[in-house]
């Protein structure tokens, strides 16, 4: 069966969704943000969001994708076979290479490309397990169109991340970030714990099960192991964390400052985005502050 997620404990106490450690509520006289971070294949972070939502009815709900991640997202079951033929890594390396432009051109469009075909195939394995990539984003569009308020994709082109990636990867000394002390994470499991540091201590040579990648996630969703991995990340290789980041925490907070209409906004992002994109906002806005949660007492 699918493995046990401890539910958040708002919505164990039955008390307001934005109780949750996972949510930041920042306010200035004018609107109130509700920021949401969670893991990318975590059904429990798609039940928050949706609680989220049912119980704040924002205005407007932006999600962590661009136009071409977000048509993917939402492809029918159809589309997304056809789609999983182009994603291909062999197949799409050389159809790259021969498409338009000049070689040095396609040469770098041929290894962003191959990085995100990467990518979509580390969540194909990963749903292959049970695991919903990305159904947070599914639950956020949903809840928001259902609830008559405004959807923004609010992440940068994804073409633009991977260019940014690839530069990032030419000057990094890749040994610096494997070589880095290991991060010290903390867990409320233990058999979480353990999990995780059996999987690393694998190096890649086994295949997880799902029990094993269920156990990782749930230590990864919590707040302060996220915080531990982005500063082990800013500190031994930040182009990398320029790149995966920060770059992308300044444009959707911008985003959410420029597209997001109304007094109640909802921010649904990854775990990894949400305090930067916290900072970016509070660091705009004079006006807006970080709000203590009341009624939260479990």
């Excluded at 990085?115 to 984003?137: A, K, N, T, V």
């Excluded at 799902?210 to 919590?222: D, N, P, Q, R, Y």
Aim: charged share 25%; aromatic share 4%.
């Amino acid at each position: 069966g699918a493995p046990a997620l401890r539910p958040s404990r708002a919505r164990a106490a039955n008390v307001p969704a934005y109780c949750d450690e996972a949510i930041d509520v920042l306010a200035s006289p004018t609107r109130k943000i509700y920021l949401c971070g969670t893991a990318h294949v975590s059904q429990d972070s798609a039940l928050l969001v949706r609680s989220l939502i049912r119980s704040v009815r924002p205005s407007s709900v932006m999600i962590e994708l661009d136009e071409q991640r977000f048509a993917s997202l939402m492809a029918s079951p159809a589309e997304r076979k056809r789609a999983k033929g182009d994603s291909d890594l062999l197949r799409g390396l050389w159809a790259d290479l021969r498409g338009p432009g000049s070689l040095a051109d396609r040469i770098a469009r041929a290894q962003s490309n191959a990085i995100g075909r990467s990518l979509s195939q580390l969540y194909e394995s990963m749903e292959g397990l049970g695991f919903e990539s990305g159904d947070e984003f599914r639950v956020a569009a949903t809840e928001a169109l259902d609830g008559g308020a405004q959807l923004v994709l609010g992440d940068q082109d994804v073409r633009t991340t991977l260019d940014s990636l690839r530069d990032a990867l030419r000057s990094t000394d890749l040994r610096a970030l494997f070589g880095a002390p290991p991060v010290q994470l903390d867990s409320q499991s233990g058999e979480r714990q353990a999990a995780l540091y059996g999987l690393a201590s694998a190096g890649g040579g086994e295949e997880m099960d799902k029990e094993a990648l269920g156990a990782m996630i749930a230590t990864l969703k919590e707040r302060q192991n996220t915080r531990a991995i982005v500063l082990a990340l800013q500190e031994s290789t930040p182009a990398l964390y320029t790149a995966l980041i920060a770059q992308r925490d300044a444009f959707m907070a911008r985003s959410l400052d420029a597209q997001c209409a109304g007094s109640t906004i909802v921010a649904v992002v990854g775990m990894a985005h949400l305090d930067g994109i916290g900072r970016a906002l509070l660091a705009a806005d004079p006006t807006l502050t970080a709000q203590p949660k009341r009624g939260c007492h479990v």
